[in-house]
């Protein structure tokens, strides 16, 4: 039965991807997509779901066709939204991604200058942690359900996706500076930023970690010349 329940998962989620990328012919499909269609899959397949059953555990295939294809229109239209503001981070190239690690870098260079100092010292590149975090829009970092609520707040945001997950990400980093900073060595530092120990989170965290993303912007947004590199 659970192999049936991915199966079926999977086809909607080939199909959302498909048309996207026939209707978007100059990105098409970029690695890691699949992973913005997820909370949106999950918040409207919730819709249909007892509260006592836990998501994990829900056969999908209880559902009716007529029910499933509402869920993939539903996802399929959110996503377009989504990307339609972000297009540049999946062209060829993907320099919107390029511009958004350039602009964390120079941030966390203003806003924590030991932490900076210390991944290049230890020569850590932020494009080698922080594409993924552009790229995916933190979805590998988070539990789903932190995940769904940081986005609840990007789509209450002018431009959330697109500029606030830049505060977000700074504010995310340097959430765990002390325990970059203990770290000795690049493996050390790598192994560290690319499982950050966020399994536990729940909503307050998130809510934490939004404060802090939000002085940040209140703080910058105004102030561009942030982004650009001093000698």
Not at 29 to 48: C, R, S
Not at 200 to 205: F, G, P, R, S, V
């Amino acid at each position: 039965m659970l192999r049936i329940v991915k199966y079926i998962s999977l086809q909607i989620f080939e199909r959302v991807l498909y048309i996207w990328a026939i209707r978007h012919p100059a990105s098409g499909y970029v690695q890691g997509m699949n992973d913005l269609v997820t909370p949106f899959f999950v918040v409207y397949l919730a819709e249909f779901v007892d509260n006592d059953i836990e998501m994990d555990n829900f056969d999908i295939s209880q559902l009716p066709k007529e029910t499933l294809d509402v869920i993939e229109a539903d996802s399929f239209w959110c996503m377009s939204k989504l990307l339609d503001g972000i297009q540049d981070n999946y062209t060829f190239a993907q320099p919107g991604i390029q511009l958004k690690v350039n602009a964390l870098k120079e941030l966390v260079k203003r806003i924590d200058a030991p932490l900076h100092t210390h991944l290049m010292k230890h020569s850590v590149e932020f494009l080698q942690f922080s594409f993924r975090w552009m790229n995916n829009l933190l979805t590998r970092e988070l539990p789903l359900k932190c995940t769904i609520r940081l986005w609840d707040t990007y789509l209450s945001e002018p431009d959330g996706f697109a500029s606030f997950h830049l505060y977000v990400c700074a504010a995310f980093l340097c959430r765990f500076s002390q325990d970059l900073l203990r770290e000795r060595d690049f493996q050390g530092l790598m192994m560290l930023l690319q499982n950050l120990p966020t399994h536990h989170w729940q909503n307050e965290e998130i809510d934490l970690m939004l404060a802090e993303a939000f002085k940040l912007k209140f703080m910058f947004a105004d102030a561009p010349n942030h982004f650009k590199k001093q000698s």
